[in-house]
Structure formats: C-alpha cells, structure tokens
C-alpha cells in the first residue's frame, strides 16, 4: 500500500472516530433532556445535528476522493465500502438524538411518569458504551471488541421489552397516562434503533477483519 | 467508459431492480398478514428475508468486484456508492416487513380494531408506489420521479399521525384496546420508516444526477 493511502485511511479513520464522538455526545444530551427535563439542552442537540449532516456529506467526499485518488483493492477497497456505511449508520442514530429530545421535549411539558431504573441509569450507559466501542472496534480492527458490543444489544433489548411491558401495564390501569406513556415508549424504541445501529457497524467489523457475514444471522 | 464497465453497471442495475420487486412483494405480503390476518403468508415473508439478506450481500460483493476491476471514477464511481446505500435501504425495508408481520401475527390472535381507511387502503398503495418508484428513478436517473417520491412521503406522514391520534384516543377511552393499539401503532411506524427508506434512494438519485445534497434539507 501507498504511503499516501496509508495516510489516506489513517485520516478517514480518524474522521469517523470524531462523528462518533459527535453523535455519543448527541445522545447524552438527549438523555438529559429525557431523564433530567434540561430544555436548555434542546437547542444544542439540533444544532450538533446539522453539524453531524455535514460531516456525513464531508466523509463520504473523503471515500469517493479515496477511490478515485488511490484506487485501492482488497481489504483497503473493502474498508472504504464499510467505513461508507458506519458514516450513514452514524449520520442515523443523529437523526435518532433528535427525534429523543423532540419526544422529551413533549414530555417535559406533561407531569412525571415511573419509568424502570435500568432505563435511566443502565440503558443509556449501555448505549454509550456501544457507540464508542464500536467505532474502536472499528479503528482497531478489533473482533473480539466487536463481539462484545453485538451481545451488549441483547441487554437493551431487555430493557426496552420491560419498558413496554411496565407502559403497556400503567396505559391499562390509567388512561390519563396513555399520551405519555406513548411517548415514552417512543424514546425506548429509538434508543434500541441507535444500540442496532452500533449492532450493525460491530457486525461489519467482523465481516471486514473475518469475511464472516454476522449480519444476517441470528446470534 | 468501457464496454464492459458499462455492462457491469447495467448488470447491477439490474440486480437492485430484482431486489427491489422482492422488497416490495414483501411489504405487500406483510400488508395481507395484517389487513386480512393472511396467516398462510407469514411463513413466506420469513423466508424471502432470508433471500433478500442473501442478494444484499451479493450485491455488495458486486459493487466490490466493480470497484477493483474497473476502478471507475466521476459519475461511475458515485453511482457505486449510491448503489451500496440504496442495496442496504433496500434490505432494510426488507427487514421491516419481517417487523410488521411479527406484530400483524399478534393481532391476528386478538379481537379487531377499527383503524382508519387511509390506513388500509392508501398508506400500503402509497408506499408500494414509492418503492417501486424511487427504484425506477434510480434506474432511469429521473430526477422529476425522484421529486415525485420525495413529495409522496408527506402522504404517508399525514397517515401515521391520524393513525397515531385514533388510536390514541382508542386507548384513553377503552383500555382494553391498550394491547392492540400499541401494535397497529408499530405497525404503521413501521410503514412509516419502508417510505423514509425509499425517499432516502429518490435523494440519492438526485444527489447523482444534480450533485444536490437533498438529503439534509427540509423540503
């Protein structure tokens, strides 16, 4: 491989990394705004949005620049093909922040509903972990990282399923919290979309490293 | 460009058209399971995701060989990479329909729920025509067709919320209808992301066509 490639890459990675960074940071802030009601934190979370779309458009130049410039073949070829897909992965669970903090934002307005402890305290903490640890898994080629983060899914899920379950049981008890609830359940949903989305980018680092399809089994 | 270049291309064009037919069979069979409780067809669905996972990975395996064999640049070489976003939409969708027909299999046990008109008739119409639609203006570059899709989706937003409201107010005034409520509501979430998907390929076809970043902007 070129020394210019090298650097190329280097520098790609290093471009994700700082989306990653930038979308974590995202949803820590739509998690205050959720758990703690900081409406003075709505604003920033539209505004890193933009700034996410941005970088989304910037790192898929880098890889189109990458493949016209160097041409690469093999695995540096294939690296580009998933590195364009954790960017549109990434570019989603921003997306996702924002429908969170526009869902919180409702809620906030309403009175309090009991919500499960692990979904305020350990389902956030899980996705967190997910996110970072899957773009260094990414950096690092690393696949046992990698599988790590696919089976730290499985706990979210949990907590999502018992997220429905406690809603759904307060929703048939007392209708005054049906909207609430609702919309409650809406931000459990999307914080299990962002732990996929970090599913998915540890998956293609399995598949990059092994050549083993992950994706489409069941695990 | 060269002959066989533009052969592969058409080739792969193809190949994200067949996908494409498949994608939306899907949906359609998903549609029968949960309007006319079809539970002949479930089994179907679940299998033809399978093929669906199976022909995204091919296609990307094509994008791949594409990309070292021919080493395209300009407007080849984003069609590529546009090719590999709209393969994976594709498989999405895909996977979407699996979502709805696991919840439309719950439904077909419990007692009907009188949902709205547009939902049953409208919104599956609407999405099947922007499924086939994105993928045509894909093939074609058609960038009016594109806009038209664009344009299409707000329909299917004006369903979901209606859809959201009726059932919301379902649940406040019978909580026995809480279980099922919340999974139509799924359900047309689930509908609701089909199209996101599809309008996401119509602003990549513009994106090709123009260089425009549609993607990020409210329109």
Redo the contacts between chains.
Sequence with gaps: MSLHLQRDLDQLKKELLQLGTMVEASFTNAMLVLHERRIDVVEKVFEDE?LI??RE?WI?ES??KI??LH?P??VD??FI?VA??VN?DLERMGDLAVNIVKRATTLAELAPLSTPQDFIGRMPEIISDMINGSLDALVKLDVDLARTIIEMDDAVDDINRKM?ETL?AQ???D?QT??RA?EF?STSRYMERIADLATNIAEDVIFLVDGE?V??QVI
Tied chains: 1, 2.
């Design positions: 933009k779309d941005e458009v898929e890889c189109l493949l016209a041409q073949v093999a070829l294939r093909v364009l897909k549109n429905y759904r929703m048939e008890n209708s049906v909207e609702i359940l399809v994706r489409h």
